[in-house]
């Protein structure tokens, strides 16, 4: 079935570092993938997306590029802020077979910045 | 527009007994589903509907574990009886139908708490 694997954590960075935070991912056909980030007392959202190879998601100064010869959706930041101290999960959205429309999603890296 | 609501938040029962999630999707979803988030670990699926049709209920525990969305809205998920490794966060997400592009919204989560 489709497995998604992430980089193992937690992380703590200085505010202003650069982030990367490494996922992969194993599915059938082309699934879309995703980052979703959960802060401190709330629910999961979702941070950026992409749907097809080569795309890349953005937002809040996040980026991530489906990578699809790689299998790969790394997550970056070029400066972090103390305020993005969450925890981040890679997903994906199987598009065939028994895993079509079903999230399945990474075991989750806690990212902690300190100013 | 009101997002995925669930209830309880939390909720604290002793090993034996009984306990029921309630959700609220976003209005106008019609795929539903119902995630188990442990301590440390990224959600996993328990089920998924659309709309009244339980399309993949393949990780439920269907011995203690049940679920039901009667008029394809609201949805309960129970567990009878409850055991200690069913402490966790319940989460509960909505998307518009479950094609494989689509993110999914997440409620906040109902923290189950075994003694």
């Known amino acids: 079935g489709d497995s998604v694997t992430q980089m193992e954590g937690p992380v703590t960075l200085s505010e202003e570092a650069f982030l990367t935070i490494n996922c992969t991912y194993t599915?059938?056909?082309?699934?879309?993938l995703f980052w979703y980030v959960q802060y401190p007392g709330e629910g999961l959202q979702l941070l950026l997306k992409?749907?097809?190879?080569?795309d890349k998601g953005s937002n809040k100064g996040f980026e991530a590029t489906y990578r699809k010869e790689t299998t790969s959706f790394h997550l970056e930041k070029g400066s972090v802020q103390v305020s993005d101290s969450a925890v981040y999960f890679c997903?994906?959205?199987?598009?065939?077979?028994?895993?079509?429309?079903?999230?399945?999603f990474g075991q989750g890296t806690i990212l902690t910045v300190h100013p | 527009e009101a997002g995925v609501v669930q209830s309880p938040r939390y909720k604290i029962i002793e090993k034996k007994q009984p306990v029921a999630f309630w959700c609220n999707p976003i209005?106008?979803?019609?795929?539903l589903y119902w995630y188990l988030q442990n301590l440390g670990q990224g959600p996993e699926l328990l089920i998924r509907?659309?709309?009244?049709?339980?399309?993949?209920d393949s990780q439920l525990p269907k011995d203690r574990f049940s679920a039901e969305r009667l008029k394809g809205v609201d949805s309960t998920l129970k567990i009878q009886p409850a055991e200690l490794g069913d402490s966790a966060v319940y989460l509960c997400?909505?998307?518009?139908?479950?094609?494989?592009?689509?993110?999914?919204?997440f409620g906040e989560g109902s923290r189950l708490t075994v003694l």
């Open positions: 599915a059938t056909g082309y699934p879309s």
């Open positions: 209005s106008g979803h019609n795929t």
């Open positions: 997903a994906l959205k199987g598009a065939g077979g028994t895993s079509y429309g079903k999230l399945t």
């Open positions: 997400a909505s998307s518009l139908g479950g094609h494989s592009t689509g993110e999914l919204f």
């Open positions: 992409a749907t097809k190879a080569d």
């Open positions: 509907y659309e709309n009244e049709e339980a399309v993949d």
